[in-house]
């Protein structure tokens, strides 16, 4: 079982950038792939960027790609997402999410991640 716990959303302006942080409780956050996804009012949760257990590999959705960074420290239990350049629609709630206990690998399907944190605000004004 593995909690988490989103900050760092907030009101920015287009151009700027955030940096979300998500804490993880449990002795093993290093067996757990994680993720982040976002969902904006009326739209699908919708894959943003994903990283193995080990932080080797990454991935990222084509609308984020070269602005967003996704990396973990296995010691906090931390997973981050620095977003760059941010435009208006990236606006949305953006969500941590854990795969299950041994995945090591990444995955933009949000029905192959078991946790969830609660969300955190993010909006992007023009």
């Known amino acids: 079982q593995v909690q988490l716990v989103e900050s760092g959303g907030g009101l920015v302006q287009a151009g700027g950038s955030l940096r979300l942080s998500c804490a993880a409780s449990?002795?093993?956050?290093?067996?757990?792939?994680m993720g982040w996804f976002r969902q904006a009012p009326g739209k699908e949760r919708e894959f943003v960027a994903a990283?193995?257990?080990?932080?080797?590999?990454?991935y990222y959705a084509d609308s984020v790609k070269g602005r967003f960074i996704i990396s973990r420290d296995n010691a906090p239990n931390t997973v981050y997402l620095r977003m760059n350049s941010l435009k208006p629609e990236d606006t949305a709630v953006y969500y941590c999410?854990?795969?299950?206990?041994?995945?090591?690998?990444?995955?933009?399907?949000?029905?192959?991640?078991?946790?969830w944190g609660q969300g955190t605000q993010v909006t992007v004004s023009s």
């Open positions: 999410a854990a795969r299950p206990f041994g995945s090591s690998r990444g995955s933009t399907i949000p029905e192959e991640y078991d946790y």
């Open positions: 449990g002795r093993t956050f290093s067996s757990y792939a």
């Open positions: 990283i193995t257990w080990s932080g080797s590999r990454t």
